[in-house]
């Protein structure tokens, strides 16, 4: 088999350069894919070429090279490479950032932008390229978050600063405290906060400090227009007296305080966050909270954008971190108390119940529907959405009816709700928060706030008239039924009525938002609980392969309503004849319903407890990683959600029982490791300079003055403390398969690894070697969780001891997200040598994570840890020499153990290789 053009440059580059093949193997299996065949050739030629130039300035040039190959036109490409060429000839330093921070730009394809970054480079290249990092970091940092919409006036504000009259010192805070402070300031007000940053820094560049000590303070709680005017208070002040300005801007002054207390009315999310969570608790009955909009995962991010963005998924509501939209502050609280009272309808009314099947089912009773699309990891509502030939209308078309179907169960059962929300809706079509005037604007009013349709003179046109016969439509739907689905059957109705006004005028709606830009998070709509929907997939596979239909969400309320229990009776009950009518109307056929196939339903889900559907949010923080998709060949941004928690610490002697029982062995491999430690202090001769004479060689500079030869002038000794710096976070698998029990042994797989623990320890205390200890299990992408058992600056106590004698079978191994949670942990040790070491029973598994996929995904998290200088082993218990492990861990990293006592000699080989 032919290796691909990947495989060849790094082979390749392994011969110009074995550390930076080795450094950029990960990023070169990544980008792979998405490049041409043809375009290798020229990544090989400018890869030798920066080599020869500089190997630090090399990795970046190539990443750079490797982000743009396949996704930018050739001349932009180009313009990267005369521009990297060109900064070459004035050094390494300028290349390497060049070649770091302007493949972003040139990527996000706006040649005013990229000709503004290289004039403000221009002006800051005048004091010295030492001020070019970290600015341009910050505006790479802009970009990959898409918080592009400051990035004209942080542009300004270098450039202001940069051609002011600056020393040394000055120039080099500044380039250090200006992106600092751009990247602090949230990015909806991102642009005004860096203007008046950039008003001070033109008054005087002493008050830039003072000014942000003053946003720290509090400052940052002011609106625009406050700002603005605070900004400008302390201007004058400074001008009549220069200590009175300074101290009014940082807040340090009782006047700054007054007045900025006096201009604030915006409110933070922090000051109502616990009342909402109250308030939401106590209606819906689960622990739902709220969060700020910046707090939702990238890759969802997208879905809402505006300067009052709200919106919910389906464990959370989202909503501004800061709201100061009226002139006084309780109106900014009652604001952020209503949105949520609105958003919590999305949970209490079932939005998120929303069953692909039975919307589809309906609509296939009114008329045939377009090919349905296949699940694809899409959720059920967009799935819906895709049956139309433009999706974002039906999202748009659906949106108006959930929020009307809402508004409608809110007005029958919290009438005092809406006859407060109706007076701010008004308010804001009467401020223009509805931009576009179109018939989704006009179709919102008439369906959710309930103002009759006319243009902007109030007279009836035949828009109103049409708008008033859909709305007759949807009255009619939801007078008799108020599921979810509803809405999904008037959007099928409608639609091509619609979407035939829209097509010539209105770009189908694309500039439409709703007051507040309230959206709808279909994108993130995840499970309550992976558990529970995994029987439901179960059943629904045993119902259907016996030739009956059953829907997902008719399981999903009846599992809940039984306290997280389902008997065959239930599903009985729910089943019904593809010819039939599930709801209430079944037919004959239904009398007889299938054998469920042994499964055995009544214990399904015993062991599901509540607190686990809505964790909370205390229970440990939370992270999102990509996922490497082989069948796409792409990563899956921010797609495994890892919670990292503390295991529980619970009585017991396992520890001291494994050292009673295994003494020999502990004996031995601590005599074993006493061999790695370090001798001491290492004596080092004949230096110009030192700690003390070296007397052999006073003895030879005697002898040489007699003797009349010129003596050397090396008469000292040094005395050098050799010192180990290793650091070692070992990572076990929990899951449930480690219950297993071991061939030929009493033990099972955990047993194995935690006496394996036992010995790390003991081997890991004799050398002193910083390290710490982690598990592993979980269910889905959503469910992964990371237990830290010791953490590196833990020492190792009792308690820690306890920890390990805790560990149990849990759930599944999703070990991609894993691996990647513990590099990020060891990214922030400084340690020489960083060695991640894997202690499991074999190859991943879990919900849609298997076989090929699971070890691809697997093998990349591995190679991204190496990537950044971290060396991953592993150990396996339980399991006969596989040629796959290669696949996953790659050749010669990693050993088999199925008894502990062979845990020694391995132990040393592979440790002392590493570390000595």
Same mark, same amino acid.
């Given at each position: 088999?032919?290796?691909?053009?990947?495989?060849?440059?790094?082979?390749?580059?392994?011969?110009?350069?074995?550390?930076?093949?080795?450094?950029?193997?990960?990023?070169?299996?990544?980008?792979?894919?998405?490049?041409?065949?043809?375009?290798?050739?020229?990544?090989?030629?400018?890869?030798?070429?920066?080599?020869?130039?500089?190997?630090?300035?090399?990795?970046?040039?190539?990443?750079?090279?490797?982000?743009?190959?396949?996704?930018?036109?050739?001349?932009?490409?180009?313009?990267?490479?005369?521009?990297?060429?060109?900064?070459?000839?004035?050094?390494?330093?300028?290349?390497?950032?060049?070649?770091?921070?302007?493949?972003?730009?040139?990527?996000?394809?706006?040649?005013?932008?990229?000709?503004?970054?290289?004039?403000?480079?221009?002006?800051?290249?005048?004091?010295?390229?030492?001020?070019?990092?970290?600015?341009?970091?910050?505006?790479?940092?802009?970009?990959?978050?898409?918080?592009?919409?400051?990035?004209?006036?942080?542009?300004?504000?270098?450039?202001?600063?940069?051609?002011?009259?600056?020393?040394?010192?000055?120039?080099?805070?500044?380039?250090?405290?200006?992106?600092?402070?751009?990247?602090?300031?949230?990015?909806?007000?991102?642009?005004?906060?860096?203007?008046?940053?950039?008003?001070?820094?033109? +008054?005087?560049?002493?008050?830039?400090?003072?000014?942000?000590?003053?946003?720290?303070?509090?400052?940052?709680?002011?609106?625009?227009?406050?700002?603005?005017?605070?900004?400008?208070?302390?201007?004058?002040?400074?001008?009549?007296?220069?200590?009175?300005?300074?101290?009014?801007?940082?807040?340090?002054?009782?006047?700054?305080?007054?007045?900025?207390?006096?201009?604030?009315?915006?409110?933070?999310?922090?000051?109502?966050?616990?009342?909402?969570?109250?308030?939401?608790?106590?209606?819906?009955?689960?622990?739902?909270?709220?969060?700020?909009?910046?707090?939702?995962?990238?890759?969802?991010?997208?879905?809402?954008?505006?300067?009052?963005?709200?919106?919910?998924?389906?464990?959370?509501?989202?909503?501004?971190? +800061?709201?100061?939209?009226?002139?006084?502050?309780?109106?900014?609280?009652?604001?952020?108390?209503?949105?949520?009272?609105?958003?919590?309808?999305?949970?209490?009314?079932?939005?998120?119940?929303?069953?692909?099947?039975?919307?589809?089912?309906?609509?296939r009773a009114i008329r045939p529907v377009p090919e349905v699309p296949p699940p694809d990891g899409l959720s059920d509502l967009d799935r819906?959405?895709?049956?139309?030939?433009?999706?974002?209308?039906?999202?748009?078309?659906?949106?108006?009816?959930?929020?009307?179907?809402?508004?409608?169960?809110?007005?029958?059962?919290?009438?005092?709700?809406?006859?407060?929300?109706?007076?701010?809706?008004?308010?804001?079509?009467?401020?223009?928060?509805?931009?576009?005037?179109?018939?989704?604007?006009?179709?919102?009013?008439?369906?959710?706030?309930?103002?009759?349709?006319?243009?902007?003179?109030g007279t009836p046109d035949a828009m109103a008239i049409r708008i008033e016969r859909w709305a007759d439509r949807f009255e009619n739907s939801?007078?008799?039924?108020?599921?979810?689905?509803?809405?999904?059957?008037?959007?099928?109705?409608?639609?091509?009525?619609?979407?035939?006004?829209?097509?010539?005028?209105?770009?189908?709606?694309?500039?439409?938002?709703?007051?507040?830009?309230?959206?709808?998070?279909?994108?993130?709509?995840?499970?309550?609980?992976?558990?529970?929907?995994?029987?439901?997939?179960?059943?629904?596979?045993?119902?259907?392969?016996?030739?009956?239909?059953?829907?997902?969400?008719?399981?999903?309320?009846?599992?809940?309503?039984?306290?997280?229990?389902?008997?065959?009776?239930?599903?009985?009950?729910?089943?019904?004849?593809?010819?039939?009518?599930?709801?209430?109307?079944?037919?004959?056929?239904?009398?007889?319903?299938?054998?469920?196939?042994?499964?055995?339903?009544?214990?399904?889900?015993?062991?599901?407890?509540?607190?686990?559907?809505?964790?909370?949010?205390?229970?440990?923080?939370?992270?999102?990683?990509?996922?490497?998709?082989?069948?796409?060949?792409?990563?899956?941004?921010?797609?495994?959600?890892?919670?990292?928690?503390?295991?529980?610490?619970?009585?017991?002697?396992?520890?001291?029982?494994?050292?009673?029982?295994?003494?020999? %062995?502990?004996?031995?491999?601590?005599?074993?490791?006493?061999?790695?430690? =370090?001798?001491? %202090?290492?004596?080092?001769?004949?230096?110009?300079?030192?700690?003390?004479?070296?007397?052999?060689?006073?003895?030879?500079?005697?002898?040489?003055?007699?003797?009349?030869?010129? =003596?050397?002038?090396?008469?000292?000794?040094?005395?050098?403390?050799?010192?180990?710096?290793?650091?070692?976070?070992?990572?076990?698998?929990?899951?449930?398969?480690?219950?297993?029990?071991?061939?030929?042994?009493?033990?099972?797989?955990?047993?194995? +690894?935690?006496?394996?623990?036992v010995l790390f320890c003991e081997a890991l205390a004799v050398l002193g070697d910083t390290f710490a200890i982690a598990g592993f299990s979980?269910?889905?992408?959503?469910?992964?969780?990371?237990?830290?058992?010791?953490?590196?600056?833990?020492?190792?106590?009792?308690?820690?001891?306890?920890?390990?004698?805790?560990?149990?079978?849990?759930?599944?191994?999703?070990?991609?997200?894993?691996?990647?949670?513990?590099?990020?942990?060891?990214?922030?040790?400084?340690?020489?040598?960083?060695?991640?070491?894997?202690?499991?029973?074999?190859?991943?598994?879990?919900?849609?994570?298997?076989?090929?996929?699971?070890?691809?995904?697997?093998?990349?998290?591995?190679? +991204?840890?190496?990537?950044?200088?971290?060396?991953?082993?592993?150990?396996?218990?339980?399991?006969?020499?596989?040629?796959?492990?290669?696949?996953?861990?790659?050749?010669?990293?990693?050993?088999?153990?199925?008894?502990?006592?062979?845990?020694?000699?391995?132990?040393?080989?592979?440790?002392?290789?590493?570390?000595?």
């Amino acid at each position: 088999m032919n290796p691909s053009p990947s495989d060849r440059f790094i082979e390749k580059l392994t011969i110009a350069d074995p550390d930076s093949a080795e450094f950029l193997a990960g990023d070169i299996h990544g980008h792979a894919p998405d490049i041409p065949d043809d375009d290798w050739e020229h990544i090989q030629e400018e890869a030798l070429w920066s080599l020869s130039v500089e190997p630090s300035f090399a990795r970046e040039y190539i990443r750079g090279l490797l982000l743009l190959a396949g996704r930018v036109p050739d001349h932009r490409n180009r313009r990267y490479m005369d521009m990297i060429h060109e900064a070459a000839s004035q050094g390494p330093t300028l290349a390497r950032i060049y070649a770091t921070h302007l493949a972003t730009v040139i990527r996000y394809g706006d040649s005013r932008l990229l000709d503004d970054v290289l004039r403000t480079i221009g002006i800051m290249l005048g004091k010295g390229s030492y001020t070019l990092n970290a600015p341009l970091l910050i505006l790479s940092t802009f970009l990959t978050k898409a918080e592009t919409s400051a990035i004209p006036a942080y542009l300004d504000l270098l450039k202001t600063a940069f051609s002011l009259d600056l020393t040394y010192n000055q120039s080099q805070h500044l380039a250090s405290t200006l992106p600092r402070a751009a990247g602090t300031f949230p990015s909806e007000n991102r642009l005004w906060q860096t203007w008046e940053l950039e008003r001070v820094l033109k +008054e005087d560049v002493r008050l830039v400090d003072p000014f942000l000590e003053g946003m720290e303070n509090g400052l940052k709680m002011l609106s625009k227009k406050a700002l603005h005017r605070f900004v400008e208070q302390g201007i004058d002040l400074h001008r009549k007296k220069r200590d009175r300005g300074i101290q009014f801007l940082s807040l340090n002054s009782r006047e700054g305080r007054t007045a900025c207390a006096s201009l604030q009315v915006t409110v933070s999310l922090g000051d109502v966050q616990q009342q909402i969570n109250k308030y939401l608790r106590a209606r819906t009955g689960r622990p739902i909270t709220v969060a700020p909009i910046s707090s939702l995962p990238g890759a969802f991010r997208k879905e809402i954008s505006g300067s009052v963005t709200v919106g919910s998924d389906s464990r959370r509501i989202y909503l501004p971190a +800061e709201i100061g939209r009226f002139p006084d502050k309780s109106q900014n609280v009652q604001l952020f108390m209503m949105l949520a009272k609105l958003e919590a309808g999305c949970h209490e009314f079932g939005t998120f119940e929303f069953d692909f099947d039975k919307a589809v089912d309906r609509c296939r009773a009114i008329r045939p529907v377009p090919e349905v699309p296949p699940p694809d990891g899409l959720s059920d509502l967009d799935r819906f959405f895709r049956i139309f030939p433009v999706p974002g209308l039906a999202k748009r078309l659906f949106l108006i009816s959930e929020h009307g179907r809402q508004c409608r169960l809110l007005a029958a059962r919290y009438p005092g709700v809406m006859r407060r929300a109706m007076p701010l809706f008004r308010r804001e079509l009467q401020h223009g928060s509805i931009e576009v005037e179109n018939v989704l604007s006009r179709l919102y009013r008439r369906l959710v706030i309930g103002v009759e349709s006319a243009d902007r003179d109030g007279t009836p046109d035949a828009m109103a008239i049409r708008i008033e016969r859909w709305a007759d439509r949807f009255e009619n739907s939801v007078a008799t039924d108020f599921k979810v689905e509803t809405c999904a059957v008037w959007v099928f109705i409608v639609y091509s009525e619609i979407a035939a006004v829209m097509r010539d005028t209105d770009n189908f709606g694309q500039g439409w938002k709703p007051p507040f830009n309230r959206g709808l998070l279909t994108g993130s709509v995840v499970p309550t609980h992976p558990k529970v929907e995994e029987a439901v997939t179960r059943i629904k596979a045993v119902v259907e392969k016996n030739g009956y239909r059953i829907y997902r969400s008719d399981l999903r309320n009846r599992i809940q309503q039984r306290e997280l229990r389902i008997t065959p009776e239930d599903i009985q009950e729910l089943m019904f004849h593809p010819t039939g009518t599930p709801e209430g109307k079944h037919s004959d056929s239904q009398q007889h319903p299938p054998r469920l196939a042994g499964l055995d339903l009544a214990d399904l889900l015993v062991s599901i407890d509540s607190t686990q559907i809505y964790p909370d949010d205390g229970e440990g923080q939370v992270h999102w990683y990509r996922e490497w998709n082989n069948t796409i060949g792409d990563y899956l941004q921010d797609h495994a959600r890892v919670r990292d928690r503390h295991i529980g610490d619970t009585e017991n002697d396992f520890y001291d029982d494994i050292l009673d029982r295994r003494k020999n %062995l502990v004996r031995g491999i601590r005599q074993v490791f006493e061999l790695l430690k =370090p001798e001491g %202090l290492k004596i080092l001769r004949q230096w110009t300079e030192g700690d003390a004479f070296d007397y052999r060689a006073l003895l030879d500079y005697v002898m040489d003055r007699r003797a009349g030869r010129m =003596p050397s002038d090396r008469l000292y000794i040094k005395r050098l403390k050799e010192e180990r710096d290793i650091a070692v976070l070992i990572l076990v698998d929990m899951s449930r398969s480690t219950a297993n029990q071991v061939a030929g042994t009493d033990a099972t797989v955990l047993d194995v +690894e935690k006496e394996s623990l036992v010995l790390f320890c003991e081997a890991l205390a004799v050398l002193g070697d910083t390290f710490a200890i982690a598990g592993f299990s979980g269910t889905g992408r959503l469910g992964v969780d990371y237990y830290r058992i010791k953490d590196f600056d833990d020492p190792l106590d009792p308690a820690m001891r306890r920890k390990i004698g805790a560990m149990t079978p849990q759930r599944s191994t999703r070990m991609g997200a894993a691996i990647r949670h513990a590099t990020a942990q060891m990214d922030r040790v400084p340690s020489r040598v960083r060695l991640l070491l894997l202690l499991g029973d074999g190859f991943p598994n879990d919900l849609d994570y298997k076989q090929h996929y699971a070890i691809a995904d697997t093998r990349k998290a591995v190679l +991204e840890a190496r990537s950044r200088n971290i060396h991953v082993k592993a150990m396996t218990v339980n399991i006969a020499a596989d040629p796959k492990l290669d696949d996953l861990y790659g050749n010669h990293h990693h050993n088999v153990i199925s008894d502990v006592r062979e845990l020694p000699d391995r132990l040393l080989r592979v440790y002392s290789a590493l570390t000595r």
